[in-house]
């Protein structure tokens, strides 16, 4: 894992190292001015110089480091200063030796005998004003940058010379920075005044560096982490570092290489080394409050829990404020600075103390009466061992966050609550609810925060408890409930004998809510084997739905139902179900059946080519996923994702990229790596591959999770390595996402595949160019009968593959086209027809696959000699490229047209120089080692007409032989180096 500052990209910082670029552009022209840049303890303020000063001096700045260290007050006199003068030798030794006292400064003269107190006031300034000539005559060539870093820890000296040397500032080519700690200035730090001084001059600029936002603190532990710790781990880091650089690095570091949670030692060390400087009482109240595990603590909490006199209470805590260990809010309370900060003082806590502190929060709640401290009551009882307080507290608290709407903080008390259970005698008396409800409940909530794969275990767990002594209507419930887990987590066989068997128990019972669900489910699982029996199994459901007055069960039967009508053709008809549904589940609040509904409306017309419509339907139905608080659930984020490839397919992709950002919050790997693959697809079209390959790293483990996830990263892939020319390591790729998403089912066939195949063929049709180029027939015929190959998969999977409809829509109907296309590339052919057919098949909206298409119809278009129609094609694509930000397909396009000497729209050609823009083409590809041949081949012209050019080079140039001519022009500036 690289360490900060050695190769860990400089991130999320460009307004502040802007404004550090605006003073010394302002100093190059006689601008003079000061920057101080305060952050706390690890915020990166050392990075950010660093970059700051290695830019400016690679600018032609001078560049002057001086370093305080933490010595004490009255410790080494002007170090940082000392530090600076030897540089300033080092640099421009007779600014020094002209100057005795910056001389006297390093020990470069000789001593003399103690200096009298006037002699010394003298001497002091003598050196202040000899720094700063020497500083603005160093400015006379180039502007100065001189940095002081760490202000906090510098003496008294080098704080009036620092005054002396800010104040004098006006006309020089000079600017200064400094940077300090800002938790570290306590009310009487010695900092402070000068502080105070300076920034009240106009010449002075205050740089406050804040900690990372999420976005950035996220990126910024995936550049740190490179692949070491999982999404979920990564996310956690993220939020405990709450964007400090250092913080997270450290954390990182310990999550590479030891156990997960907890503080790494030396993080641990460097936060508690400012709280061992605190009184035993200040110490005493900082570990009370850290013991409540919030961060937001009243005055009259602390008071109740900390024995201590109220005077000495208030010093204690005012102590704590002014070292910047505790921070006061608005609402009566104390927070800590950083919540690290608080992990690492409970941490060091005694046992004994953490229980009888502990306890008495527990008492403090109890006796309050509050009900929306359960959750705060739950917490204290169980780190106090009174177990079955925080067994009915869990509970409460649950039912609590249910309430607001707060997933995540439910399923933690629910599972606490399961996990107390066994441990406390007659648990139900104390939970008030049963086991089976409690468990069916974390089955619930841990599907709808996100968790597919603990909502399956908690269902699971709850069917071996409803096994034990409930009826059969209530068994049969728990397996419908279990089956809705398995079809969650892709697992269908599983789902269709669970729900066979719930079947069996409630067949010969009176309708019911119960039974019309199973009848849903038995529906909805058979309907992609049997379309008779699973519209039977519908019908019968909706009809016991009713019967029962369940509209929720009702209505999924019915999008279950509108399945069959796509089998039959009637789309339309069965777009009216799917609606149908959907309105009724708002009508009675179902939310998985009204997303479930609005998924499949998307699908519908997004198969059907209707883009417009599919991207109004796909942001209103994530809208409504946020606005109901399931996002995360089973259907919320297949509409999440959903979203994202139908904007994708739009043309909208900033819109499709923020559909496809990471959660920002703990879900399963199986949700991190969906919205992870789809946003790869789209850093891919748009030439940020090392952005996508980190991706596609981090979600290779979670192929075997959900096929989707297999498809979307393998279609990202194989088209990476398209664009990167890595031939074999394409062909391989989509064999194995293919082979991912059979499962190992030979009858099984996947349409996902047919686009697989044919971006493997496009691969094979390159390398198979290449080959002919460089005359290997065996590398050519290896290339074609590997496409060749993959064409007959993508073959057989159009003709068993199952679509949701009677047949493949526009989008399958395309790709059909395109994989034709690909082919008579694959065997070298220049018929444009099946480029113009492909053309065509995109037309219904998907611009980027259009936009492709009409580059290589160029491209055929060139070589047929149709150079008119292939602008057109060519200036198309372009355009579309430039929209889109699809920089690898820009750049070929512009390499086409380069090639072919075709001007685009909004560029030119090379003007007219020593050389013609096509004697200039043959040079460089010439320089490439290329034959005359293959030069031909590559700019559509005879060997001949290679040969006349490569004359008038020589002519041109003087040169003797085509080596020379490539090393003259090199050193003409006519070739670019490299």
Request: charged share 25%.
């Amino acid at each position: 894992m690289p360490r900060l500052g050695t190769g860990v990209p400089f991130i999320a910082r460009g307004d502040e190292i802007g404004r550090l670029r605006a003073a010394l552009a302002r100093a190059r022209t006689g601008g003079g001015g000061a920057v101080l840049v305060s952050g706390d303890a690890g915020v990166g303020k050392s990075r950010l110089l660093t970059e700051f000063l290695a830019e400016a001096g690679s600018g032609g700045a001078h560049v002057l480091l001086g370093r305080c260290l933490s010595v004490g007050e009255a410790g080494l006199p002007y170090l940082p200063f000392k530090e600076v003068v030897e540089q300033l030798r080092a640099l421009r030794p007779g600014l020094v030796e002209a100057r005795p006292a910056l001389s006297g400064l390093i020990g470069r003269t000789a001593s003399t005998a103690a200096p009298s107190r006037e002699e010394n006031d003298l001497g002091q300034l003598q050196l202040f004003d000899a720094m700063f000539t020497a500083l603005a005559e160093l400015g006379d060539d180039a502007p100065v940058l001189l940095a002081v870093e760490d202000l906090h820890w510098s003496d008294a000296s080098s704080r009036d010379l620092l005054s002396f040397l800010v104040s004098r500032l006006a006309g020089q080519r000079l600017l200064l920075v400094g940077t300090y700690r800002s938790d570290d200035l306590h009310r009487q730090h010695p900092l402070r005044p000068l502080l105070a001084e300076l920034v009240r001059l106009p010449v002075v600029e205050r740089l406050d560096l804040t900690p990372f936002g999420p976005a950035d603190t996220l990126a910024f532990v995936e550049t740190l982490a490179d692949g070491s710790i999982d999404a979920e781990l990564m996310a956690d880091v993220a939020a405990r570092s709450e964007g400090n650089a250092f913080f997270a690095e450290e954390l990182v570091a310990a999550s590479a290489t030891g156990p997960v949670g907890g503080i790494p030692t030396a993080l641990a060390d460097v936060l508690l080394s400012r709280v061992e400087t605190l009184s035993p009482a200040a110490q005493r109240v900082v570990g009370a409050i850290s013991v409540t595990g919030r961060r937001h603590v009243r005055h009259a909490a602390v008071r109740s829990v900390v024995d201590l006199p109220d005077g000495e209470l208030d010093a204690a805590l005012r102590e704590a404020l002014q070292h910047h260990i505790l921070v006061t809010d608005d609402q009566d309370g104390y927070t800590f600075r950083h919540a690290l900060l608080r992990e690492a003082v409970y941490a060091d806590l005694l046992p004994g103390e953490r229980v009888r502190l502990h306890a008495a929060y527990a008492r403090r709640i109890v006796d309050l009466q509050q009900d929306e401290l359960a959750g705060a009551l739950a917490y204290h009882s169980l780190r106090s061992n009174d177990l079955p307080t925080a067994l009915a507290a869990s509970v409460k608290a649950a039912d609590d966050a249910m309430r607001v709407g707060a997933l995540a903080a439910e399923l933690r008390h629910v599972e606490q609550a399961l996990e107390l259970w066994s441990a406390v005698q007659n648990p139900a008396e104390h939970a008030g609810v049963d086991e089976l409800t409690l468990t069916r409940k974390a089955a619930y909530v841990a599907s709808a925060a996100g968790h597919p794969e603990r909502a399956l275990a908690y269902a699971q767990a709850a069917v071996v408890v409803a096994d034990r002594d409930s009826d059969s209507v209530t068994r049969a419930d728990v397996r419908r409930q279990l089956t809705e887990a398995f079809l969650a987590n892709g697992r269908w066989a599983e789902a269709q004998k669970t729900i066979a068997d719930a079947w069996e128990l409630v067949e010969s019972q009176p309708p019911s809510r119960t039974r019309a669900w199973v009848l849903a489910l038995r529906a909805r699982t058979l309907w992609a084997t049997d379309d008779d029996v699973s519209r039977s199994y519908a019908e019968q459901a909706i009809e016991d739905a009713r019967a029962a007055g369940s509209v929720s069960a009702e209505s999924d039967a019915l999008i279950s139902l509108a399945f069959n009508d796509l089998r039959a053709g009637a789309v339309e008809d069965a777009c009216t179900l799917f609606e149908q549904a959907r309105q009724n589940a708002v009508r009675v609040g179902s939310a998985n059946v009204e997303l479930r509904a609005s998924f499949n409306l998307v699908t519908t017309r997004y198969e059907q080519g209707l883009l417009d419509a599919a991207v109004a339907l796909a942001d209103a139905a994530v809208q409504r996923a946020n606005a109901l608080g399931v996002t995360w659930s089973m259907y919320g984020l297949e509409l999440r994702w959903l979203r994202a490839m139908v904007h994708y397919g739009h043309g909208s992709w900033d819109e499709a990229l923020a559909a496809a950002s990471p959660p920002g919050e703990q879900v399963s790997d199986t949700i991190t790596a969906l919205l992870a693959a789809s946003a790869a697809i789209i850093k891919v079209s748009r030439g940020h591959f090392d952005d996508a390959q980190r991706e596609l790293v981090r979600v290779r483990p979670e192929w075997h999770r959900d096929g989707q996830i297999a498809l979307l990263a393998g279609v990202a892939g194989v088209e990476m390595a398209g664009w990167q020319g890595r031939h074999s390591d394409a062909t391989a790729l989509a064999d194995e996402a293919i082979a991912a998403m059979r499962k190992g089912d030979a009858d099984r066939w996947p349409l996902g595949g047919i686009r697989l195949a044919v971006l493997a063929i496009g691969a094979l049709a390159d390398a198979a160019r290449v080959a002919r180029l460089e005359h290997d027939t065996h590398a050519e015929t290896a290339a074609v009968a590997e496409g060749r190959r993959f064409a007959e998969h993508a073959r057989l999977t159009a003709q068993h593959g199952i679509p949701r409809a009677d047949r493949l829509g526009p989008e399958g109907v395309a790709w059909l086209a395109r994989l034709a296309a690909e082919e008579s590339r694959l065997t070298g052919s220049t018929d444009p027809a099946p480029w113009r057919a492909t053309v065509e098949a995109f037309g219904y909206g998907d611009v980027f696959h259009a936009a492709l298409a009409q580059w290589r119809l160029g491209e055929v278009l060139v070589t047929a000699g149709d150079r008119d129609a292939a602008a057109v094609e060519l200036a198309a694509a372009h355009e579309t490229a430039g929209r889109l930000g699809a920089q690898p397909l820009a750049d070929a396009v512009r390499d086409l047209a380069r090639r072919a000497h075709l001007a685009l729209p909004g560029t030119v050609l090379p003007a007219t120089g020593l050389l013609t823009p096509r004697e200039l083409s043959v040079l460089e590809l010439v320089a490439r080692g290329y034959t005359n041949r293959k030069v031909g081949e590559e700019l559509f012209i005879s060997e001949k007409t290679v040969s006349v050019h490569l004359s008038r080079v020589m002519t041109k140039l003087g040169a003797a032989s085509r080596t020379e001519a490539v090393s003259v022009a090199h050193q003409r500036g006519l070739l670019a180096d490299g």
